[in-house]
């Protein structure tokens, strides 16, 4: 089995798009295949001690879901489902999709509510992320001036979306016990 499991959540797939970005830059020792959170167990979870969790933030702020007006279940229902996991020893990385200019008072508010059950469950987050080089006002998703995880806005700077991501995952390698 992978040592690292990443899940993610999507709307129009970007979020899966993102995820498999992050996989073609491991092979299938370190990283398994990306699932869609809609499609796992607690127990898909639990398995890995090292973990990726991708969401964008729909309208006001909220997780992926029906009651968002997505057409299949996302995040929001998988929640509860995520709160029956002991996060206690694991580390988690989180990415959030949002857009900045559309939505500037909600930016990816969502990537909060995944990083306080992981946290709340005895996870620790690591991949924290600079504000700078975005436009909001602002973010549930900021603790201590940095976002909780990595953002990308694919609708007003998909051209740095690579960039980013290539760096935030230096950033973690060492939390994920990865090469350099």
Not at 55 to 67: C, D, K, N, R, Y
Not at 97 to 110: C, I, K, T
Request: aromatic content about 10%; charged content about 25%.
């Amino acid at each position: 089995m992978a040592r690292i499991g990443i899940f993610f959540g999507t709307t129009s797939g970007n979020t899966r798009k993102v995820a498999k970005m992050i996989k073609k830059k491991f092979d299938d020792e370190t990283m398994a295949k990306p699932l869609n959170v809609n499609r796992v167990s607690a127990d898909d979870i639990a398995g890995y001690d090292y973990l990726i969790f991708g969401t964008p933030t729909m309208g006001s702020g909220q997780l992926p879901g029906l009651s968002a007006d997505c057409e299949e279940e996302s995040w929001e229902e998988f929640m509860p489902t995520l709160e029956e996991v002991d996060f206690s020893g694991k580390t988690v990385a989180l990415y959030g999709l949002g857009d900045q200019v559309g939505y500037p008072d909600e930016f990816v508010d969502a990537l909060m509510e995944i990083h306080d059950v992981v946290t709340d469950r005895g996870g620790r987050v690591v991949g924290s992320w600079p504000t700078e080089g975005y436009t909001f006002n602002s973010s549930q998703a900021v603790v201590d001036g940095a976002f909780v995880g990595l953002v990308l806005d694919q609708d007003n700077q998909s051209d740095q979306t690579e960039a980013r991501l290539e760096q935030w995952l230096k950033q973690i390698a060492p939390d994920f016990d990865l090469p350099v």
